[in-house]
């Protein structure tokens, strides 16, 4: 054990002597999370949210109802802080203005919206096709984006919810035989005119909730998304370059040459798995202190923190000596190593937020560490605890543990380290 201690210590020290690795690990995260925090806005004022003032265009063409209700959604004192909306009639005229950057999504509310959702009286047996609204995004700002069809999303998820229950009231009732289907017309605009009188108390308002159970109040930083997001992608290219290392020791004999004295090949493979782990798990605590220290970072429980970055680097290490076992030559881990890093990154949310990414890539983003660490970074940002991550670390310590297994039984086949 303490052999492979020490060789995993030595490895450790190596690593940070080398200027081109450090520069990867340690200043490239650093700079691309000053570059993104300049680009998000989060250096630019005292709100440490970095989502404040959403620039959208309301296009009211329904002027009902359920058009007028999702139009005070984005008017209400609740997303006052969150939305800065601006009424429009022209809907050519608001999609313009989103290619010209002057808004981050244009909403249209085409006419007849409610009464595709809400029948009139004598309706009930022709009702009209249904209207879908439009979210016109900017592809230059998928945050502010996203954010916007995120309410839309809610908004109509809650009218389907009411228009649903209303019909499953109405039929319980007829096939219950206390309304006959000649009644049912009129139970259904008793619902309509009830829902008409104020759609917006009928369970369609939207609030955002900035408070823990424990009534404290949370300010997301987006920095809190964008540091360990660039930190998780390069601690991809630490794993990597630790297997090209073990490679590159056996191409120069120096792994057979340490069966001289006695070490066995588990306690040398041991301490070299060891070695990539402490780099990775130094790489990630250097760039949590720096970001604390430089850019005011709150990254949440302390316990929680620790606890995942081990976890991730866990996951990230079984990757690491996954790819090395696949490969045959230093230059290969070093090649397919950069790969993982940007496909990881890319599939992992460190540049786009998994929510605007298609479900397909959601799904397959499940093997990748950064999506899971990622996932447990902003719980811990919105106010979680280490009780809250559960789900990410047992997956995070499941993929490292299978990808580890098979690297052994990859390994034994090769006969990486022999006399």
């Known amino acids: 054990m303490l052999k492979t201690f020490l060789i995993g210590i030595k490895d450790l020290r190596l690593a940070f002597r080398d200027r081109a690795a450090l520069i990867l690990m340690l200043a490239a995260p650093f700079v691309l999370t000053l570059g993104l925090g300049l680009v998000t806005g989060r250096f630019s004022s005292n709100n440490n949210s970095g989502l404040s003032d959403i620039p959208v265009i309301i296009v009211n063409l329904d002027n009902e109802q359920l058009g007028d209700a999702l139009t005070d959604v984005f008017t209400s004192e609740e997303l ?57 995004a900017n592809p230059s700002r998928p945050t502010g984006a996203g954010i916007v069809k995120a309410i839309v999303d809610e908004f109509l998820s809650r009218v389907n919810e009411g228009s649903l229950s209303g019909s499953v009231s109405i039929l319980q009732l007829m096939l219950s035989g206390r309304i006959t289907p000649q009644q049912a017309e009129a139970a259904g605009l008793a619902m309509t005119e ?118 991730a680097v866990f996951g990230a290490t079984g990757w690491g000596m996954f790819i090395t076992a696949m490969a045959r030559t230093p230059a290969q881990v070093a090649s397919v190593g950069s790969a993982i890093m940007l496909i990881f990154g890319i599939m992992g949310g460190s540049f786009i937020s998994l929510d605007q990414m298609p479900p397909a890539i959601q799904t397959f983003s499940k093997i990748t560490p950064n999506a899971w660490a990622l996932d447990g970074f902003t719980t811990l940002a919105l106010g979680g605890t280490l009780t809250n991550l559960s789900t990410p670390i047992t997956a ?22 022999q006399k």
């Open 396 to 417: 995070l310590l499941s993929m490292g543990m299978i990808l580890f297994l098979v690297s052994v039984v990859l390994f034994g086949k090769k006969n990486l380290v």
């Open 80 to 136: 006052a802080n969150l939305m800065e909306p601006a009424i429009g009639s022209d809907p050519e005229a608001a999609r313009k203005s989103i290619d010209e950057d002057e808004a981050a999504a244009v909403v249209i509310i085409p006419e007849g919206f409610t009464r595709s959702i809400i029948p009139q009286q004598g309706d009930f047996n022709n009702p009209a096709e249904t209207v879908k609204i439009e979210v016109y």
């Open 194 to 311: 009830q829902l008409q009188t104020n759609p917006t108390d009928s369970a369609l308002a939207i609030t955002i909730n900035s408070s823990t159970a424990n009534g404290e109040e949370v300010k997301f930083d987006i920095l809190a998304y964008l540091a360990p997001g660039m930190a998780l992608m390069f601690l991809m290219y630490t794993v990597s370059y630790g297997g090209r290392s073990i490679l590159a020791e056996k191409t120069q004999g120096t792994l057979p040459r340490l069966l001289v004295s006695p070490t066995s090949s588990t306690q040398i493979l041991g301490g070299k798995v060891f070695g990539i782990f402490l780099t990775g798990a130094a790489q990630m605590l250097i760039l949590i202190g720096a970001s604390s220290l430089f850019f005011q970072l709150k990254w949440g429980d302390p316990i929680g923190v620790v606890i995942l970055v081990l976890a």
